[in-house]
């Protein structure tokens, strides 16, 4: 039987825009004015005309999802704001970018906590399913930003397991990709990857 997946939606309520008018700063007030956000007399107001003008095409985008193995960053008990992918589509491709991502189960938990070598493994598997929902492979990766929040310690485990795994993939050329080392986004991630793939575009 198949399975129905509910994509991501905006969040547009108007009680949720997080925005509290009675703890402002005076730069955070100018800036929100100057935006069109906030009126005179301090109330939140609607996008201006130009924002949402039906003239002005996007390009054709929609989120990437895969809730088998990763959850939605928006369902955290405090929400964070991302799609975990985006596909792009362009006259004679699509773009597909994913989000940083890390070893992080369906539930929004993190796992593996202490464990790099796993760690990298399960952001490998959940990179894995984002790029299948959209019909993609490791091969239609051209680019990897990888973040090590230890980069001097972890950096040779990191490249032991991305080596196995791309060679098991058999890729060739590999990605190009770049290492940086940051404080990621809770304490017990020690790795995330954020990738980009390009696909020929199916014909009608």
């Known amino acids: 039987m198949s399975q129905i997946v509910e994509r991501p939606r905006a969040i547009s309520n108007a009680k949720s825009h997080l925005i509290d008018v009675s703890n402002l700063s005076s730069g955070e007030e100018e800036e929100l004015l100057a935006l069109g956000l906030l009126s005179v007399d ?46 792009i589509e362009l006259p004679d491709y699509v773009m597909l970018l994913i989000s940083g991502t890390a070893s ?28 299948a929902a ?4 490791w091969q239609d990766i051209v680019k990897c930003t990888c973040y090590l929040r230890d980069i001097e310690r972890d950096y040779k485990d990191f490249n032991h397991v991305r080596t196995a795994f791309f060679r098991w993939l058999k890729l060739d050329p590999l990605p190009a990709s770049v290492g940086i080392q940051a404080r990621l986004c809770r304490e017990d991630l020690l790795v995330e990857i954020e990738a980009m793939a390009i696909m020929l575009r199916a014909k009608a």
């Open 42 to 87: 301090r109330k939140i107001q609607d996008p201006p005309t130009a924002f949402l003008s039906p003239e002005l095409k996007p390009v054709e985008k929609r989120a990437i999802c895969a809730p088998d193995v990763l959850n939605e960053a928006y369902t955290y008990t405090t929400p964070s704001s991302f799609s975990r992918g985006l596909r």
């Open 104 to 131: 992080v189960d369906e539930y929004g938990a993190s796992v593996h906590i202490g464990d790099f070598r796993a760690q990298c493994w399960r952001t490998y598997r959940n990179i894995t399913r984002l790029l």
């Open 134 to 137: 959209e019909g993609a492979r």
